[in-house]
C-alpha cells in the first residue's frame, strides 16, 4: 500500500459533499492501493454538525478498507493540517433575487479565511479544487490569501461544464464519450463560458465536420451553459452528483496524470492567450503526472471564439476587481 493521503472536504454534509465523500473513500481519486484520511470542515452549528454526524455514520458503516480515520471539525486550521487534496466545496448557495456580485461578497469571506488557514497548515504541495460559487473568483481570493503555498496548488473546477459539453458532443453524434478529445471550456464557471470544439475529435474525425455551426450556436452552447439550472428547474436541488463526479475527474486527472489527454481546468493564468497574469481561468490543460499540469500553448482560436473568451475574460476581471479588498 501506498502511504495515507489526507483529504479535506469542505462543506462536508452538503448536496455535493454527500456524493463526494464515498468515492473518495472507495478509492476513486487516489487508485485501490491508496488509503486515505477525510478531514471534514462544517459550519459551526447544531444542524450542519449533526447532519455531518449522521454523514459519519453512513461512512463507518460502508467499512471501506482503504478509509483509515476520519475527522469532522468547524476550524479550518485543523481541517487543513497537513492536507495534500483540498476540495473546497462549502459556501452559500445563491439565494432567489441574488445577484451575482452579493455571492462573490458573500462568499469571498469564507474563502479569505480558509486561503489564510491553508497558509499556515497544508501539506506545501496541497492540491486545492475550489468547488462552491462564484468557483473561479474563490479560488482566487484563496490563492491570494496563501501567499507561502504556489498559486499552481489553486484551480475551480469546470470539469463539469467540460464533462456536460462532452456528453452533448457524444450523443449528437450518436459515439462514445472515450472517443472524444481536446475540448475544453475556456474562462469562467458561469454563462459566459465558451466550450469550444474547434479542435475536437471524435474518433479521429474533426469535430466540425460532423455537427453544423447551427446545433452549435442555437443548441449546443446554450444547453451546456444553462444545464445547472436544467437541472435545479428538474430536481428541485443543484447538480449534486455530476458535480461530485467531475470533482472526482479533475482531482483523480491532477493527481495521476490525464494520460496526454487535454482536460479542462480553471488555473492562474501565465499569460497564456491574452488573458491577464493570475485571473483563474478555464483552460486546456495536460496533467504530466505526479501533481503537475501545464496549460496547452499556442492552440489556434477562431474569430468567433476569441470575441467569446473576451467576453468571459472581462466577466473574470470585473468578479476579480469586485473581491480585490479581500485579496491585500
Ligand atoms: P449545499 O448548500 O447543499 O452544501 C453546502 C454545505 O457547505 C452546507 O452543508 C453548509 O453548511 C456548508 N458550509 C457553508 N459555509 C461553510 C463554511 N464556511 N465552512 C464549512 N462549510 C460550510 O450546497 P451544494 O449543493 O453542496 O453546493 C456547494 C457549492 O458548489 C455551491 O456554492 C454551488 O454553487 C457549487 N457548485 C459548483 C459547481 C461547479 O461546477 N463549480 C457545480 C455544482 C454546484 O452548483
Redesign the pocket.
Known sequence: LNPTVRVTI????????YALLFRIASGAVFGPNTPVQLQL???DNEQ?KA?LNGVCMELFDSAFPLLTRVITT?D?LEAFEKTQAAFL??????GPGMARSDLLLA?GP?FQS?GEALDQTADRNVKVLV???P?NTNAYIAMHNAPSLSPKCFS??????HNRAVAQLAQKTGRPVCSISGLKVWGN?SNSMYPDISQCTIAGVKATELVDEAWYNDYFLPTVAKR?SAIIKARG????AS?AS?AIDHMHDWWNGSNGRIVTMAVPSDGSYGVPEGLVCGFPCICTGGGEYEIVKDLPITASGRARLDATIAELVKEHDTVAQLCE
Do not use: F, W, Y
Request: with cysteine; aromatic share 0%; charged share 15%.
Open positions: 469542505t462543506g462536508a454534509a452538503g448536496n455535493i459533499g470542515l462544517e459550519r450542519s447532519s468547524t479550518p466545496v462549502g459556501s452559500m448557495p445563491r462568499n469564507i480558509q468547488v462552491g460559487n468557483c475551480a473546477m469546470m470539469r463539469l461544464d464557471h445547472g436541488k443543484s447538480s449534486a458535480a467531475a
